[in-house]
C-alpha cells in the first residue's frame, strides 16, 4: 500500500526543513534519478475509469512494470514486475489486466521526470519517508501535447506507524509534513497523479 502526498511548487521554491516534521531526525542525501515511464490504457480508457495505471518504466530503485489501483483510505494498492526490453506486456502482466479488461492496451502518456530524493530518518535510522523533488515533462502520446512543472512527493515509509492504535501519530506527522512545505510556499496538489495533468486533468 503506497500512501503519498503530492504538492504544487515553483521553480524557485526552497527546500523544506523536514527536521520539523515529528519523528525526522536526519535527512539523507540527495539522491538523482532519471525515470522514464510509458502509461497504457484502452481506447475507452477502461483501467482508468476502473481506477488503474498501468505504466512500464525505466530509472529509480523499482524499474519495472508497476499496476496502481483505486485509492483506499490515504493510499492506493501498487503491483510490480520486473522490467522486460520493449513495450509488449509480459505474460503476467497481462493475465493480471485480464481480471480488469481483455481490450487492447495502446500507449496514452510518456512522464519523465528527474527526480532528486532524499531519505526521511527516525533516531533509530527508520525510513519514516521518502522526499522527492520532481522536475516533470509529459507528452499526451494521443493528442501530442507537451507538459512541465516542478512538483514535490513525500511517501510514506515503514518508519511511519499506521495501524489502528497510531491515528495521533500519523496525524501529527501529516500535519508536519503540511506545515512544513507550507512553511516555504508550497501548496496541495489539485491533480491526483502525474498522469491526470499529463493528460490535461
Known sequence: MEIEFKFEVDDFTRLPDWTTVPGVVEVGDAEVRDLDAQYLDTDDWTLAHAGYALRRRTGGPDAGWHLKGPR?????????WPLTDGM?????????????TDGELKPLARIRNTRTAYA???????LLAEFADDHVTTRDERLGTERSWREWEVELGPGTPTGPRDLQTFAAIVA???????????????AN????RALGF
Do not use: F, N, Y
Request: hydrophobic fraction near 30%; proline fraction near 6%; charge should be neutral.
Open 72 to 80: 483506499e483510505g490515504h493510499g492506493r494498492s501498487e503491483e510490480q
Open 88 to 100: 509488449e506486456i509480459p505474460p503476467a502482466v497481462r493475465a493480471r489486466i485480464d481480471e480488469i
Open 176 to 190: 508536519g509534513i503540511q506545515a512544513a512545505v507550507r512553511t516555504v510556499g508550497g501548496k496541495p496538489s489539485t
Open 193 to 196: 497523479s502525474k498522469l491526470a
Open 120 to 126: 526521511l530518518r527516525t533516531a533509530t535510522g527508520e
